[in-house]
Nanobody, 124 residues
């Protein structure tokens, strides 16, 4: 059974940093895209970042582009990471890791596997 387990969320002040991790089990995703979405309170789930299997291609939502967020992966550990810096209150939400067999998509329905989510709260 495939599982994606996200960790690393928490409460942080504006301008702080967090590093999320998502460990996959039950299947190797080294050839597949992995990514992160988030769901702010009362809003729809939205794309944050995606990364190709060989880490050559990375995608970011406009709201986190500019080196504020960085996605990376370690295929030996079957794990994807999201380094988040200069956090803002609007970054608050539940962060979900995900994996796709067909590339990176900004649509939720483009992804095949989902983790359980980890809460990130940025206080001002």
């Amino acid at each position: 059974q495939v599982q994606l387990v996200a960790s690393g969320g928490g409460l942080v002040q504006v301008g702080g940093s967090l590093r999320l991790a998502c460990a996959a089990s039950g299947r190797t995703f080294s050839s597949d895209h992995m990514g992160w979405f988030r769901q702010p309170p009362g809003k729809e789930r939205e794309f944050v970042a995606g990364i190709s299997g060989n880490s050559v291609t990375r995608y970011y939502a406009e709201s986190v582009r500019g080196q504020r967020f960085a996605i990376s992966r370690d295929n030996a550990k079957n794990t994807v990471y999201l380094q988040m810096n200069s956090l803002k209150p609007e970054d608050t939400g539940v962060y979900y890791c995900t994996a796709s067999l067909t590339g990176t998509h900004e649509r939720v329905d483009g992804w095949d596997y989902w983790g359980q989510g980890t809460q990130v709260t940025v206080s001002s």
